[in-house]
């Protein structure tokens, strides 16, 4: 059991930076892979960027490779997604999920997050 909190969003111009973060309650966090997942108004949630429970692997979505990069701390129970040179394609509520099943997916992901907006204007 896990409950998940995202924070950071904002409107940011296109080529700017944010760091989103997503704090997690529970002792147990170690032992599940997070991820982020987006949603565009209209369109279906996507995956972009996951990393596994040891911090080892971490697997990003074609359209923010060499863009966006996952860490996470656990001594503060916390995934952080720094995103830059962001496009005004990259706007959408994005989510932290977790689950304790690898590869993490919209199907498989056993929680989510409230979801943070982020905007990028062009």
């Known amino acids: 059991q896990v409950q998940l909190v995202e924070s950071g969003g904002g409107l940011v111009q296109a080529g700017g930076s944010l760091r989103l973060s997503c704090a997690a309650s529970g002792r147990a966090f170690r032992d599940y892979h997070m991820g982020w997942f987006r949603q565009a108004l209209g369109k279906e949630r996507e995956f972009v960027v996951a990393i596994s429970r040891t911090g080892i692997t971490t697997t990003y979505a074609d359209s923010v490779k060499g863009r966006f990069t996952i860490s996470k701390d656990n001594a503060k129970t916390s995934v952080y997604l720094r995103m830059n040179s962001l496009k005004p394609e990259d706007t959408a509520i994005y989510y932290c999920?977790?689950?304790?099943?690898?590869?993490?997916?919209?199907?498989?992901?056993?929680?989510w997050g409230q979801g943070t907006q982020v905007t990028v204007s062009s």
């Open positions: 999920a977790a689950t304790t099943t690898w590869p993490i997916t919209v199907s498989s992901a056993g929680y």
